[in-house]
C-alpha cells in the first residue's frame, strides 16, 4: 500500500512560519492560530498583496527551527518504518520547493519524496501523480478531490479553515489518528484480501460461479468481526 503525504500544513505547521515572518518583517502582532485563508488572513492583514506572501514563502527562514505539526515526525517515520512505499508529495515554486528538500533532509531523511516544482507560476496540482489504490493525506480538499486516489484523508490539525467547508470525506485531526486509520485499514486490507484468495482456492471445480459480490458478502457477512 503506497501512502502520499502533503507536507505544508500537514507536517510542517507553515502558518506559523510565515506568520511569524510576516510579524517580525512588519512589526506586526498576528496571531497564526486565526488564519483561515490560504493567504493566512486574518493573522496577515487581508489585502497583503501576493507578493508579499510569496517572498515569505521564498525566505531562507521558512522551514528553520521547529515549527512541525504534533506528532507528525514521530508518527510519519513510524509509518516508513512498516510501510515499503511512503512519499512526501508538494507542489511548489523552485525556491520554496529547495527550502522544503533541505528541512526534509533534516527532521525526516529516509522518506522519499516527491516534488512538482515551477520556476514562477505554478499551473498544477497533486492529480498529475499516479495515486491508484493508496492513501493521500493532505489539508486541502481540492487536491484530495482531484486524485485519484482510493483513500483520501482530510487532515485538519488546527479546525476547519474556510477552503475545506463542505468537504464530505474522511476527517482526522491529529497525526495519532492517521496512523491509527492507517493500520486498521491495513490490517482490514489484508484480511479481506487473504481470505478472498482462500475462498477461491477452495471453492469447488463444480461452483466456480460464484462472482465476487457473492464472495466479498461471505467475508463480511458471515465473520463477526467486521
Known amino acids: 500500500m503506497k501512502i502520499f503525504i502533503d507536507i505544508d500544513g500537514v507536517l510542517w505547521n507553515t502558518a506559523k512560519s510565515i506568520v ?3 510579524n517580525k518583517k512588519y512589526s506586526h502582532n498576528g496571531k497564526w492560530e486565526e488564519a483561515m485563508e ?5 493573522a496577515i492583514p487581508q489585502g497583503t498583496s501576493e507578493k ?9 527562514e521558512i522551514y528553520k527551527g521547529n515549527h ?3 506528532g507528525a515526525v514521530e508518527y510519519i517515520n513510524k509509518l516508513n518504518t512498516e510501510f515499503d512505499n511512503v512519499y512526501f508529495c508538494t507542489v511548489g515554486k523552485n525556491i520554496n520547493n529547495s ?8 527532521l525526516v531523511p529516509t522518506v522519499k519524496v516527491i516534488t512538482i516544482s515551477f520556476p514562477e507560476e505554478v499551473f498544477a496540482d497533486k492529480s498529475m501523480i499516479n495515486m491508484e489504490g493508496s492513501i493521500f493525506i493532505d489539508d486541502h480538499s481540492k487536491n484530495l478531490s482531484s486524485s485519484n486516489a482510493k483513500y483520501k484523508i482530510l487532515f485538519e ?15 482526522l485531526k491529529s497525526w495519532e489518528e492517521v496512523y ?47
Open 68 to 70: 512541525t505539526v504534533e
Open 38 to 42: 490560504w493567504n493566512f488572513s486574518p
Open 52 to 60: 508579499i506572501i510569496d517572498e515569505l514563502f521564498a525566505s531562507h
Open 157 to 171: 490539525p488546527y479546525g476547519e479553515k474556510n477552503w475545506n467547508k463542505g468537504y464530505e470525506g474522511i476527517r
Open 20 to 22: 511569524t515572518l510576516y
Open 99 to 106: 527550502q522544503k528538500l533541505k528541512m526534509l533532509k533534516r
Open 180 to 226: 491509527n486509520f492507517v493500520r486498521t485499514l491495513h490490517i482490514i486490507e489484508e484480511k479481506v484480501l487473504g481470505e478472498y484468495l482462500d475462498l477461491i482456492k477452495n471453492q469447488d471445480k463444480n461452483a466456480g460461479n460464484n462472482n465476487i459480490e457473492e464472495i466479498f458478502s461471505e467475508i463480511f457477512f458471515d465473520n463477526d468481526e467486521f
